[in-house]
């Protein structure tokens, strides 16, 4: 089974290595039938002397040979254009690549209370924030809310840090129509 595993993913590899390489040939093939029934109008054309007889090989030949050309050179620029997208797309990925990169190691720091440590080749946005020591909270039942938030949070919240939050009462967050917060799942006491 490994066998065809590895031969399924070899042939997958040369027959995609078989289209690229007709891709890039496709337009210069079809530029050279052109030229063929153009220079086939040409030697056509030459050797009959009266008009009416020429009429036949220019038709036939002049404009199939234009129009191969014509076609051929549209299949190039839309082969260059589309390899241009290609390494656009790709650094984009590897941009987006290296984005989540970062925010996976904030993530795993984060959730094993390590301080996160950001890569050295993202520039921060944000301003950095004054170390302060960690005060232990009480949690004593009460809850708080960020004016105008739409949210109430546990006194020890993560997400009132540096917020100017204020001491609800339940009737004010039955009142406000405040939904709890999913990070500390607060309890309002009656």
Known sequence: MDEQSAGATGSRSTSRLVVDVVRALRGW??????????????????????????????????????????????????????????????????????????????????????????????????????????EPVVDDGSVYAVPGGRTFHRPGCDLLAGKAAQRVEASQVSGRGLSPCSVCAPVPVA
Request: hydrophobic content about 55%.
């Open 29 to 134: 093939v079809v530029i050279a039938a052109g030229v063929v029934l153009l220079l086939s109008c040409y030697l056509g054309v030459s050797a009959e002397t009266e008009a009416g007889l020429q009429l036949p090989y220019l038709v036939s030949g002049g404009f199939g040979g234009l129009a191969a050309v014509l076609i051929g050179s549209a299949l190039l620029i839309a082969d260059r254009i589309e390899s241009s997208r290609a390494g656009q797309v790709t650094a984009a990925q590897a941009r987006l690549a290296e984005q989540v990169d970062d925010l996976h190691a904030l993530v795993v720091a984060a959730t094993q209370g390590a301080p996160a440590v950001p890569a050295p080749a993202a520039p921060s946005l944000a301003k950095p924030a004054a170390q302060e020591p960690a």
